[in-house]
Each structure stands twice: as structure tokens, then as C-alpha cells.
């Protein structure tokens, strides 16, 4: 009895062992942070190991992303108070970082008003051609 | 008793030059042992190109042990059609060997059925006999059977046994280490001590206690790899004659010493010494002694047919197959001599998905409290029944078989998996510490480790009965029951802390009782189709991290205690071969105390008493109070010593018993103590007595606080805080855990 190709956690040392080259060139701080990262991409070996990806490394960035997920729902249930609806908050959040954009573009718009049709003329203008300095 | 009708057991079944095979029975009616031959002939089968098997006919036309040659049309288990063969008759089964080995050598194109199969094999295919069985039988004035009738069956659950004279030899001392000076000889009917005194007069009174008591089956310790040679040679030395065998024609016949790998592990198996007549079971050389002693043996004897001898020294992948190897000759399938199959072709992107095992999650860390531990009954074998996974048969679609009659392997399955759940069902109606109860569970563990290596067997490439995509679908089934019983009990409202190939570990609020687990379980039957059953409902169980990282997890790594107070522990110091026995008991002792907790409110006075034990134990350590054999760490070498470029402790230990002329083998235990400044081992098996002083007390220190830190951790203890404590004292333990925070599985 044996296997022919690498167990699930083999292939996970495999993928930590080409990260080397990339952690050591890392600041200390975030080969630290990377450390961390690669500990939450070990919790869902099994799940990896189910899903039979050709790229396994996939499924460790998925693992990573759920469990960092997970952390930033728990700290959002920490912060919002407790009977508030995190998805009503995040809406109004939205709707007013919407409102206010759209109340200093309004602004800008009325202390400048520039001609209609130069702003027709730019906007027709490939954006390729639009020097530097001229930039919105 | 000659010229009549006997009735009687099975005891001892091996071949006979002159005769065919030579029988030992246990007497029914009166107790004595009698002898019997019988004529067997024996037919084996050639297939392959034409030419070939007409070059063989003409060859073995003149063959005086051959007698008969017929061309015939049978069933090769991987071939969709029936082959063309030539069947051989031989006249008794040593000369079958004889002239197989010949033709194997002149007739290399061949292909080769039935050549190899063991005489007791054939004889339960032929005559339904196996060892133990009961049988009514007709000789002639020679004793020579003429007729046999087996008048029960090795699936008995309460078959009737006969009353089996066991008599027992040990040294009184380990014969490695120590000088052995007495032997210890016993009986139901006598204990005597027998001193190894220099005029040989021990070796009257055994061979008076062999002669009168008869015994037929002899227990022994070291008996392969000192006390028989040992006696043989003193035998030899004193000229005085010892009845080992009951057959008295017959020499002591000798296995030769085998190192194998298996399962990840080298393993050594000394030389074997068999009797005729009467059967030598040598403790140290039984695998599975220690998990199911002679009731265990016999049971697996007698379910395999392996010669009990036999059954009791190797392992159960040997007895699947002999298993197997008799359904199939009942079943008038050929029997490959070696098998030819090669693995199927396969794409890259087909190997990832199927070269998978079974699913081992990783736990969710810490302590928790009131947890369900289910698992599948045997779920390999019962994986391999529903599905019909056999190498001769279509795979199938996950759980679903892809024909109804069933194929070799779960043919062979399906007898012992009934008969073990009937005999777990039978242990219940006894109390646990019922004598019965305690064979019933042997011979249960017998039929487990043979349902545990079938699904091995599917996947090892030489195994006759082996498919590795057979193995993979079984994998594939097993991953795909464990989901559904995950779906299963999330649908339930339960927590999966843990899944384990075929175990899972529920948790919910308010499920606290066995009852409380019956519906999820109910419904993960529905689901799958399998039986589970309840391991039982854990007080509390600390899932633990990787000692290297304690962020990671570690899937096999846990303790807890069930309400029944029973203590389960995996992947502790406690449980490896090579922790010295007092650190294991010290760390079993704290586990025991942390279990006398029932409560929450009790865990702070039991966390006291379990440190209390751990410093009794450190300071009995610093005083020179344990006693040294305690200490001794069973290490193992793997390999050959001169292929080692760094060595490990027991290598060195290994080193120092080859300087002492001692042959150390790959797979070989070598067991020794650390000692301080060079050599820093000391080989247990060297002559003399080590020096109580000498011993590395810091060493030992090291390994308790580490059994002690695995034990303590769920309980807010760092082991590196109990290590420095431990090893400089003076640290103050952090004791003021938050003890319900933990309970609660935060």
C-alpha cells in the first residue's frame, strides 16, 4: 500500500517551502503577519484535501480568506451593539459616504461651472490623449 | 480406537511425506489425543500459450506423483471469460511443493492457479474443517480416515470448545538483560518452579510434566528466541530427552527470522519455533497478544482456518487473505499463484481525486464539555459490503454497487462483520467484568483487526484479492459517509468539533445524555446506510495543538473522560511505545484526577490534586525513588546501523549492544536509559546493572514536564512555564485560570 502523489499536508509543507524565498525578502513585521496567515491556511487541510484541486494552493488563499473572514465578523459582532442590524449599518454607511461625495461633487461643480460643451469635449476625448496635468 | 467412528476437535493439521497429512483430535468422549493420516491429493493449474501447455502435458505424462492431467475451462477472478487450463493432479501435497517449484523454474510463460495454496486451506475448501472444529470421522485399523464430517462452523458464536490442556514455561527473568535461573511451569492442575540447576535435572521434571500432562498448547515467553534453543541445547548437552513434540517423530521446526515494513513501520520478527502435535504460542512473538491473548487467538484460528501456531504470530493481512483465498476456491474461482494486474491507466487530474484517504479534520482547540463521540461500526468493511467493492467486480457509484452478487472480498467481509456484531451484542448481556464478557470481547478484537487490514489488503500490491482502484472507491465511499454525517448533524443543530475517518465528536446545548444523541444518529443511518453507534458521551475532551505550533491543531492529539469514567487518550506520551512507563503512568494518573471532576465547580480542587501528582512524581524522580526498569525508553532502529549518518539515542544504544556482539536487526526494539555525560544511553540489554546515580535526572525532568504540559494546557497551564518550573523552580504557576471560560469551549 502506498500513494503516488503527495498528501494533503505534504503539499501544504511544499507550498510553505517555496514561500520561503519571498518571506526572507519580507520586512520583519510582515513575514510575522505571513506566519500568521499560513498557520490559518493549516486549519482547513481536510476540506483541501476533499476538494482534489489541481492547485492546492488555491484552496489554502480560499482557507485563509474564510478565516480572516470569520475574524472580521467577530470583531463587527464586538463593535456594533447588540440588537443592531450589521447589514442595515453597512447600507447606511454606504448611502451616506454616497450622499456626501455626491454634495462635494455638487460643490465643486457650482463654484466652477465650467462651459457645457468644453466638458463634452473632454469627456469625448480619449483618455490616452489627456495630459497629465489635466487630469481629473 | 482403531476401525471406527471418533469424534472430535481439530487440533493440529501439517503434511505427511508418506501418508498426505498427518491430523491430531482432541477426543470428544474421553480426553485423550489422538493421531490420524489421510490420503489428499492435491490439483493445481496451468494456463498460457498453447505450445507451452502441451511442452507441460508431455512433461508431466511422466511424473509418477501425477496422477491425472485434464484440459479444463475455469473462472480466472480478472478475466471476464473463462481460461483455458491444464489441470494437474498430484497424489499428496509434499509432492505437489516438490514438483511445483520444479515447473515454476522450466516453464517461465506459464501462468500458475491454485500452486501455492496452504494445506489447511485446502482442506476446509474440501472438507469444511478448520482448526477447532468439531468432527465426526471413519478410520481404518491404520487410523486412517476414510471419511470426515465437520459438525459445526467457524461462525459460531458460541461454538463448543474443546477442553484444551494449556500448560505454561517462562523464565524468570528477561533472558537479554537479566540471568535467567529458574523456569516457572504451570497448569490448571500444577506451579512448580524449576531451578536451572547444572546436573540438568529440570529437564526430567519438564519432560515428566510434557509426558503426563500432555499439554496441547504451550505458553511461553522468549520461547522462539531463547528458552526452546536453550532447552535444545541443554537437551542436546545432558543427554536427556525432552517430549516437546507430541508427534515424537518430528524434529522442533524452525521459521526463519523476517524484518518487513508495513504501515510506515519496520518490523522485526524473530525466529519461530513450531511443534507437531501440540501447538507453542511464545507471548513476546504474538502480534496481538496483548489485545487479545488465546481466546483472541483461537477465534482467529479458527475464523481464518491459519494453523494456530500461526494465527497466533502473524498478522491479520495474512489471515484475510487465507480468508479469501477460500471463498474463492468455494466459489470454483482460480486462485492466481502471483498476481499479474497492473494498475489502470489513470490521468494526472484522476490520480489527485482518487489517491485520497479518509478525511481527518483538524479539531476545534481546547476544552469542551458534554460531547457525543459516534462512530461508523467497522465503516471500511461495511463500506465495502454496501458497495460491493471487489477487485473481480464493477466499481460503484460512490455507495451505490454496481451489481448484486457479491464479489470475493465482500463475500469474505460479510461473515466476520455479522459475526462480530453479534458477539459485541452478546458481550453486552454479560456484566463487564463477567469472565465471559472479556473472551467475547478477545475474540471480537480478533475479528476487528481482521475487518480493519481487508480494506489494506484491496490496496497492497501483491495481495492476490487486490485492486487499487477498489482501495480508492473504498477511500472514496468511506469520505463521502463522513460528509453526509457531518450534513446530518449540522441539519440537527449540533457542533462537529471534530471528524476522524469514521468518528465524529457532536456537541449541542442541552445534550448532555446518550438519549439526547439517539435521533441524529437515527437519521445519519437513513442518510448513509451505515450502522454508527455511541462511543459514549464525554464528560469533558481537550482537543490539543501541535507541540511544535500551538496554533496548529493536531487531529489525533486528545484526552477526555466519559461519563461512565472511563479515560480516553490518543496521541499523548501516555500512549507512545517509547515513553518510559513511569512518565506514561505519571501522566495517566493526572488525567485520572482531572477526571474525578464532575463538575465544573470540581475542577479547580482536581487541577490541585493533578499537580499534586505531577510534583510528588518530580520529587521522587530528584530523590533517585523510581525505580530504574520505569525509566527505561523502548526506542526501535529502522534501518541496517552502518546506513545511519546522524544518529539518534537509540541508535546509539543500538551501537553499543553490536559492540557487545549482540545482532541488532532493522525493525528490532532496543530499549536504554539516558544517562549523563558520554555516553549520554545506556543499552538496557548490556550486562551488569547501570549505576542509579549515573542516570540523566535533568533528561527525565525534560520528558515529565512535557507529558505533564500536553495534560495541563487545556487548563491554562503553559508548558513552557511548568518546563522552566519544572527544570529551575521557583516560577509561580499561573493557576488563576478562567476555568469557566474554558469549560464552555470558548
Request: hydrophobic share 40%; net charge neutral; glycine share 6%.
Amino acid at each position: 500500500m502506498g500513494r503516488t502523489i503527495a498528501s494533503i499536508t505534504q503539499t501544504w509543507q511544499q507550498e510553505e517551502a517555496a514561500l520561503k524565498r519571498f518571506q526572507r525578502a519580507l520586512r520583519k513585521e510582515d513575514q510575522l503577519l505571513l506566519d500568521e496567515l499560513l498557520v490559518l491556511s493549516r486549519l482547513h487541510l481536510a476540506e483541501a484535501s476533499y476538494a482534489s484541486n489541481l492547485y492546492p494552493l488555491d484552496m489554502y488563499l480560499i482557507a485563509i480568506l474564510l478565516e480572516v473572514y470569520k475574524q472580521l465578523k467577530s470583531l463587527q459582532k464586538e463593535i456594533i451593539p447588540e440588537g443592531a442590524d450589521p447589514s442595515v449599518k453597512l447600507d447606511s454607511g454606504k448611502e451616506a459616504r454616497f450622499l456626501t461625495l455626491l454634495n462635494e461633487t455638487l460643490a465643486v461643480l457650482t463654484s466652477e461651472t465650467p462651459p457645457a460643451a468644453e466638458l463634452t469635449e473632454e469627456a469625448a476625448e480619449p483618455r490616452a490623449y489627456t495630459a497629465f496635468e489635466e487630469a481629473p | 480406537m482403531s476401525g471406527q467412528t471418533f469424534r472430535g476437535w481439530l487440533l493440529d493439521l501439517y503434511l505427511n511425506q508418506q501418508e498426505g497429512l498427518t491430523l491430531w483430535f482432541i477426543s470428544e468422549t474421553d480426553d485423550c489425543r489422538q493421531c490420524f493420516t489421510q490420503a489428499f491429493p492435491v490439483a493445481f493449474y496451468a494456463a498460457g500459450p498453447r505450445v507451452e501447455l502441451r511442452r507441460l502435458w508431455h512433461r508431466l505424462r511422466k511424473e509418477s506423483c501425477v496422477s491425472a492431467l485434464e484440459r479444463q475451462y475455469k473462472q480466472d477472478v480478472f478475466a471476464a471469460e473463462p481460461v483455458e487450463v491444464l489441470r494437474v493432479d498430484v497424489d499428496t501435497p509434499a509432492r505437489q511443493v516438490a514438483l511445483f517449484r520444479q515447473l515454476e523454474e522450466e516453464f517461465q510463460e506459464l501462468t500458475w492457479y491454485d500452486a501455492d495454496v496452504t494445506i489447511s486451506t485446502r482442506y476446509i475448501s474440501r472438507y469444511g474443517a478448520f482448526p477447532l472444529a468439531l468432527c465426526e470421522l471413519s478410520a481404518d485399523a491404520q487410523n486412517r480416515i476414510q471419511s470426515i464430517q465437520v459438525l459445526n462452523s467457524r461462525w459460531d458464536l458460541m461454538p463448543a470448545l474443546p477442553p484444551l490442556r494449556v500448560m505454561e514455561l517462562t523464565p524468570d527473568a528477561d533472558p537479554a538483560h537479566g540471568t535467567v535461573r529458574a523456569l516457572s511451569l504451570r497448569s490448571d492442575r500444577f506451579c512448580q518452579t524449576l531451578p536451572l540447576s547444572p546436573d540438568g535435572a529440570f529437564l526430567s521434571v519438564l519432560n515428566a510434566a510434557l509426558l503426563d500432562y500432555d499439554p496441547d498448547i504451550l505458553v511461553t515467553d522468549w520461547g522462539d528466541s531463547w528458552l526452546l534453543p536453550f532447552l535444545l541445547k541443554q537437551m542436546e548437552e545432558k543427554k536427556i530427552p525432552l517430549a516437546l513434540n507430541r508427534d515424537a517423530s518430528r524434529p522442533v521446526r524452525w521459521q526463519k527470522e523476517i524484518t518487513y515494513f508495513s504501515y510506515g513501520h519496520i518490523i522485526y520478527r524473530p525466529e519461530e519455533a513450531h511443534l507437531f502435535g501440540r501447538c507453542h504460542i511464545d507471548r513476546k512473538s504474538a502480534m496481538m497478544w496483548s489485545d487479545y491473548s488465546l481466546a483472541g487467538t483461537l477465534e482467529m484460528a479458527r475464523v481464518t482456518t491459519l494453523p494456530i501456531e500461526k494465527a497466533a504470530r502473524v498478522s491479520p493481512g495474512q489471515g484475510i487473505s487465507a480468508m479469501q483465498v477460500i471463498t474463492a476456491l468455494e466459489k470454483d474461482i482460480l486462485v492466481p499463484y502471483q498476481k499479474r494486474q497492473v494498475e489502470e491507466f489513470k490521468s494526472g487530474m484522476q490520480l489527485i481525486q482518487s489517491d485520497r484517504g479518509g478525511m481527518i479534520y483538524q479539531p476545534k482547540l481546547g476544552l469542551h464539555s458534554d460531547v457525543g463521540e459516534v462512530d461508523f461500526v467497522s465503516m471500511y468493511p461495511a463500506v465495502i459490503i454496501r458497495g460491493n467493492i471487489s477487485p473481480e467486480v464493477p466499481l460503484p457509484d460512490v455507495l451505490t454497487p454496481a451489481t448484486e452478487e457479491l464479489g470475493v472480498v465482500p463475500l469474505t467481509l460479510k461473515s466476520i462483520y455479522e459475526k462480530r456484531v453479534a458477539l459485541k451484542t452478546k458481550t453486552r448481556s454479560y456484566p463487564p467484568d463477567h469472565p465471559m464478557a472479556k473472551t467475547l470481547k478477545a475474540r471480537s478484537s480478533a475479528l476487528k483487526w481482521l475487518l480493519v487490514v481487508c480494506f489494506g489488503f484491496l490496496g497492497y500490491k501483491n495481495a492476490r484479492y487486490g485492486r487499487i482502484e477498489a482501495h480508492e472507491a473504498v477511500t472514496k465511499g468511506g469520505r463521502e459517509v463522513l460528509l453526509r454525517a457531518k450534513e446530518v448533524a449540522e441539519e440537527e443543530g449540533f457542533e462537529v468539533l471534530q471528524m476522524y475517518v469514521d468518528a465524529l465528536w457532536l456537541k449541542k446545548k442541552g445534550c448532555s445524555k446518550p438519549e439526547h444523541f439517539e435521533e441524529v444518529m437515527r437519521k445519519i443511518v437513513d442518510r448513509t446506510g451505515l450502522a454508527i453507534a455511541l462511543d459514549g458521551v464525554l464528560r469533558w475532551v481537550a482537543f490539543l495543538p501541535s507541540k511544535t505550533d500551538a496554533r496548529v491543531p493536531i487531529a489525533n492529539r486528545y484526552f477526555g473522560i466519559f461519563q461512565s469514567g472511563e479515560i480516553k487518550v490518543r496521541g499523548l506520551e501516555a500512549r507512545r511505545r517509547d515513553t518510559p512507563r513511569w512518565i506514561g503512568q505519571v501522566q495517566m494518573d493526572m488525567i485520572t484526577c482531572l477526571g474525578q471532576a464532575k463538575t465544573r465547580a470540581d475542577l479547580p480542587d482536581a487541577l490541585r490534586s493533578a499537580l499534586r501528582v505531577y510534583q510528588d512524581g518530580l520529587e521522587a524522580l530528584k530523590a533517585g525513588r523510581v525505580p530504574l526498569d520505569l525509566l527505561v525508553v523502548n526506542g526501535k532502529v529502522s534501518y541496517a546501523l552502518d546506513a545511519y549518518k546522524s544518529t539518534t539515542a537509540s541508535v546509539r544504544a543500538a551501537r553499543q549492544l553490536e559492540s557487545a556482539g549482540m545482532q541488532i536487526r532493522p525493525g528490532q526494539r532496543v530499549r536504554f536509559l539516558f544517562m549523563q555525560g558520554e555516553p549520554d544511553v545506556r543499552a538496557w540489554e548490556l550486562t551488569g546493572k547501570p549505576d542509579p546515580q549515573s542516570v540523566n535526572v535533568h533528561k527525565y525532568m525534560e520528558l515529565l514536564a512535557k507529558a505533564g504540559g500536553s495534560v495541563l494546557l487545556p487548563f491554562g497551564i503553559d508548558p513552557d512555564v511548568l518546563m522552566e518550573w519544572t527544570l529551575k523552580g521557583g516560577v509561580q504557576l499561573p493557576l488563576a485560570v478562567q476555568i469557566d471560560e474554558l469549560l464552555t469551549g470558548r
